[in-house]
């Protein structure tokens, strides 16, 4: 991958990461009108503060990726946030999917940016 691709890439993601993580805490962008089961599962995570987990790996996803510091690591466990956020709009939201294919998809460039870094967990 082109060096200066993925420098640009990485920052994108990283600040992408770091304003939707920030805004689970903060709330300054408005929050679309939901189905009664999107609600339900979003007040579940809420109320057991999942959700402040979620935005603190995010936020550390985030600065890990403009630091390029365990950046790796962070993609490999920021890619079980992509996939429950995929699942979530696809069953229960999927009129609001278009953020959450953002983050997979950028997820997956970067785990193949990263690629390297992995093989000697992906060995027999």
Known sequence: MNATFFIG??????????VFGANKFLHFMP??????A???YFSALMSTNTINIIAIVEILSGI?????KYAALMMLILMIISVNAILFHAFLEPGSIGGALVLIILNIVMLYAYKDRY???LRP
Do not use: P, Q, T
């Open 9 to 18: 890439l990485r920052i994108v993601f990283g600040l992408f990461l770091i």
């Open 31 to 36: 929050a679309g009108e939901m189905s009664e």
């Open 64 to 68: 890990s990726l403009l630091l390029n």
């Open 38 to 40: 999107a609600m339900n």
């Open 119 to 121: 093989k000697d967990i």
